[in-house]
């Protein structure tokens, strides 16, 4: 089976205030340190990583785009030799534009980067300062052009909505702004509030104007649903947008639940039935010998697993593969969840094409409904 590379940056250049990733806003001077432990480290674990091939590679972060060139060049070089990757394979950098320069985006190109993942959250400039992000609009919009002139190809911009105060139509001109950059890609994502940020902190005082409610978020997406589609893009999963052929070809890896190999402090691996993390420590990453550095997540259950696997699969509006699903779990997912799925079935939530069984778009809009129904009925049928 193919798998998938992912690279944690954990630096950033000031922290946002709804941000609860792993990101550190103050210690570039250990990139170089850093760099050269990525480089060891993947080449530690290439002999654990029991894939046929590399088919993606993704930096995220963190800003990756903090990276120059030569250093993404240096750790493309050391995953290149000491790992089986396709030719094709999709390499892409998340960044922030308001760290997009000229020579990196190059210098990227040149590595062999060929996908260019921005995080630009808004178009509105009240927003994005609300949200404590380093761009303005126009400096997104700048970035964007950069880096088409650079040679991108490939683009996605991620948005949010749901922030304090927006409305529908607010929301609507961001699309419609992001639309007038002719992305190959949009990820839109509701806007959770982590407790603990400065933003949830805001929030509960009542410094920021109240969150959208329910109506107003479904009118967001059903512009969304409407605009992208009228405009060529084919929701390909819950929160993803593509123009035909320009899918995530890495976020498919974690939504069909195929192996992936993390590196970096916080990063996460998937490989076989085990599922492994590094502690969100940098510092003692950088000390740590490669073994230890990596921590078995949970007890990895069977039944864990089956649910994940149509979890995952039911956010991709191709579903999830029943054969693949049979060769794992020795049955098809109603012999797991007969009641519910039966139900899924009369109410016209799921249909099955092409060897998938798969969310309707209305099965799709109470998702949540459902896989909770799926865990109460698991549940029900446990022996104690
Ligand atoms: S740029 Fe991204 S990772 Fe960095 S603080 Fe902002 S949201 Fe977090």
Request: glycine share 8%.
């Amino acid at each position: 089976m193919k798998g998938s590379l992912y690279i944690h940056v954990p630096f950033c250049l000031r922290k946002c205030a709804y941000c609860d990733f792993y990101s550190l806003p103050d210690q570039l001077s250990l990139k170089e340190a850093y760099v050269k432990t990525v480089c060891e480290e993947l080449t530690l674990q290439a002999a654990s990583f029991d894939v046929t091939e590399v088919h993606s590679i993704y930096f995220g972060g963190g800003t990756p785009t903090l990276l120059t060139g030569h250093e993404v060049k240096e750790i493309l070089r050391t995953a290149f030799t000491a790992y089986h990757i396709c030719p094709d394979a999709e390499i892409t950098m998340e960044g922030n534009p308001g760290t997009l320069t000229e020579a990196n985006l190059t210098g990227y190109l040149e590595a062999g980067v060929n996908r260019l993942s921005l995080g630009v959250q808004s178009f509105d400039p009240g927003e994005l300062s609300m949200l404590g992000r380093i761009h303005t609009p126009e400096e997104a919009e700048h970035a964007v052009r950069l880096a088409r002139k650079a040679g991108f190809r490939n683009i996605n911009l991620d948005l949010m909505y749901g922030l304090p105060g927006q409305r529908a139509d607010g929301f609507e001109r961001t699309l419609r702004r992001a639309i007038s950059l002719y992305p190959e890609h949009l990820s839109c994502y509701s806007l959770i509030v982590e407790p603990g940020t400065p933003l949830a902190l805001r929030i509960e005082q009542n410094q920021v104007p109240p969150l959208p409610g329910e109506e107003t978020i479904l009118e967001m997406e059903e512009t969304m649903k409407t605009l992208l589609r009228e405009q060529g893009f084919h929701r390909y999963e819950v929160s993803n947008y593509a123009r035909e052929g320009f899918e995530s070809r890495h976020n498919l890896t974690y939504w069909e639940c195929e192996p992936y190999l993390g590196i970096g402090p916080a990063a996460h691996s998937c490989i076989g039935s085990k599922r492994f993390y590094c502690p969100d420590d940098l510092k003692k990453w950088l000390l740590g010998p490669s073994t230890e550095r990596y921590l078995e997540e949970g007890d990895n259950q069977e039944s864990d697993r089956r649910f994940e696997r149509v979890m995952m699969g039911f956010r991709m509006t191709r579903g999830v593969d029943l054969a693949r699903f049979w060769e794992d779990f020795g049955a098809r997912p109603e012999c797991f969840w007969p009641k519910t799925l039966s139900e899924m079935k009369k109410m016209n939530m799921v249909r099955e094409q092409d060897g998938r069984l798969a969310l309707t778009e209305t099965g799709m809009d109470v998702m949540n409904y459902w896989l909770v129904k799926m865990m109460e009925e698991e549940e029900s049928t446990k022996e104690y």
